[in-house]
Antibody, heavy 117, light 107 residues
Framework: QVQLVESGGGLVKPGGSLRLSCAASGFTFSDFYMSWVRQAPGKGLEWVARISGGGTTTNYVDSVQGRFTISRDDAKKSLSLQMNNLRVDDTAVYFC??????????WGQGTLVTVSS | EIVMTQSPATLSVSPGERATLSCRASQSVSSNLAWYQQKPGQVPRLLIYGASTRATGIPARFSGSGSGTEFTLTISSLQSEDFAAYHCQHYSNWPHTFGQGTKLEIK
């Protein structure tokens, strides 16, 4: 079955950096778009970034453009999100999701990122 | 960016009754619309895609309808496990955006 396991969350100061990772199993990773979706405490969902299979296409929501970088290693079945210049409003649970061309059909448990001084 | 608006924010319904949740897009998204269920402390689960196609394993009591800018998620006879938050999401273009969610609570 599809499994997505995120890691790398934590507490970071404003302006700091963090790298999230997602380990995938149970499907042909390279065949799928992969995404990061976040949810601020008590708020709705926000699609942050997506990357095509093979990594040729990436897209970001405006609020993270230029600060976040999504990448993937299809050989290792791994997805990453490098987050730089973090802001307080980046505080959220970050979910790794399979999909991104359309919808997310499988989601990881999420990793909490807290940006606070 | 397409803005998705869900109503109501909170819906109180008794078990066994029907629940109707609405989602409106600020411009046409055709049938490029998905619905997710999210229970407290859990991850979103895909319910519906293509506005009306149930995802794998989703019970028949969940149905989706609509196209263009107006969409509806109907749960025909509420079970205890259905009380949760529901999110709509378009995928007509980038960025994909979600509604703010509807919390379905027990009346």
């Amino acid at each position: 079955q599809v499994q997505l396991v995120e890691s790398g969350g934590g507490l970071v100061k404003p302006g700091g950096s963090l790298r999230l990772s997602c380990a995938a199993s149970g499907f042909t990773f390279s065949d799928f778009y992969m995404s990061w979706v976040r949810q601020a405490p008590g708020k709705g969902l926000e699609w942050v970034a997506r990357i095509s299979g093979g990594g040729t296409t990436t897209n970001y929501v405006d609020s993270v453009q230029g600060r976040f970088t999504i990448s993937r290693d299809d050989a290792k079945k791994s997805l990453s999100l490098q987050m730089n210049n973090l802001r307080v409003d980046d505080t959220a649970v970050y979910f790794c999701a399979r999909g991104g061309a359309r919808y997310g059909d499988s989601w990881g448990q999420g990793t909490l990122v807290t940006v606070s001084s | 960016e397409i803005v998705m608006t869900q109503s109501p924010a909170t819906l109180s319904v008794s078990p066994g009754e029907r629940a109707t949740l609405s989602c409106r897009a600020s411009q046409s998204v055709s049938s490029n619309l998905a619905w997710y269920q999210q229970k407290p402390g859990q991850v979103p689960r895909l319910l519906i895609y293509g506005a009306s196609t149930r995802a794998t394993g989703i019970p028949a009591r969940f149905s989706g309808s609509g196209s263009g800018t107006e969409f509806t998620l109907t749960i025909s006879s509420l079970q205890s496990e259905d009380f949760a938050a529901y999110h709509c999401q378009h995928y007509s273009n980038w960025p994909h955006t979600f509604g703010q969610g509807t919390k379905l609570e027990i009346k």
